[in-house]
């Protein structure tokens, strides 16, 4: 007595088995062998195929989307300006780096990040560099790097924007808007030059206060206006 023959073909769209009866003979096979081995090749053959064409089309919108570009330090400026009784002080960082990533197509999708060594500091008198160094003032042995980091860019005109983020100094962090100017042609892909001004910082919201007696003898202003030109250069 010959018993029926019974295969099971899962289906994973209809979570379901295909159940056949039949002898168990070679020229019986289950139809479901046949589903089956046209999904293998498909696995083998096409599968691979499309995953590779829609990796390398993600690359090349990647690739050409966007760029980065490193601060150049030599052809940079990051100064600052305060007003005290007996005229204005002058002051520059000489040490800094920083990186801006642009998308064209897409400019709020651009970002800039920049880090300043406090430690190089320039306001042309020794002294008061070192006493600027200092723990009664910026604490560079604490809080040795000042740092800024974009939370959105947005585009304000042909060739300026707003970019908002996050200054970080003396250990206190505070948002802040730098308004930006290219400075460089648009279709200039090798480097990138930026003028960038922002509202005066105060100095109290830093906790960058000197003693009550020093403030009070020497009149420095409570704010600090800043004069930045950036220009940086097409990362490899």
């Avoid at 007595?1 to 070679?26: D, Q």
């Avoid at 030599?74 to 642009?102: A, E, M, N, P, Y």
């Amino acid at each position: 007595m010959k018993l029926p023959a019974i295969a099971f073909c899962h289906s994973e769209r209809s979570e379901e088995s295909l159940v056949t009866s039949g002898s168990t003979g070679y020229g019986n096979t289950p139809r479901c062998f046949a589903s089956l081995n046209m999904t293998a090749q498909f696995t083998r053959r096409i599968l691979p195929n499309v995953i590779a064409a829609v990796v390398i089309a993600a690359l090349s919108s990647a690739a050409s989307a966007n760029e980065t570009y490193k601060f150049d330090p030599s052809s940079s400026t990051i100064g600052f300006t305060v007003h005290q009784f007996l005229g204005t002080t002058h002051g520059k960082f000489t040490r800094f780096s920083g990186k801006i990533d642009i998308d064209r197509e897409h400019s709020e999708n651009s970002s800039v990040t920049a880090q300043i060594d406090v430690r190089s500091i320039d306001t042309r008198i020794k002294k008061r560099d070192d006493h600027l160094r200092s723990a009664e003032f910026f604490n560079i042995e604490k809080f040795p790097y000042i740092t800024f980091k974009s939370r959105s860019v947005k585009r304000t005109g042909p060739q300026s924007g707003d970019i908002l983020g996050e200054l970080t100094m003396h250990g206190v962090t505070r948002p802040i808007t730098l308004h930006v100017k290219l400075l460089t042609p648009m279709n200039d892909t090798t480097r990138t030059r930026w003028a960038v001004s922002t509202d005066s910082i105060t100095r109290r919201d830093f906790n960058l206060m000197f003693s009550p007696a020093t403030e009070t003898v020497s009149g420095i202003s409570q704010t600090v206006a800043i004069n930045i030109e950036i220009e940086a250069k097409r990362a490899e």
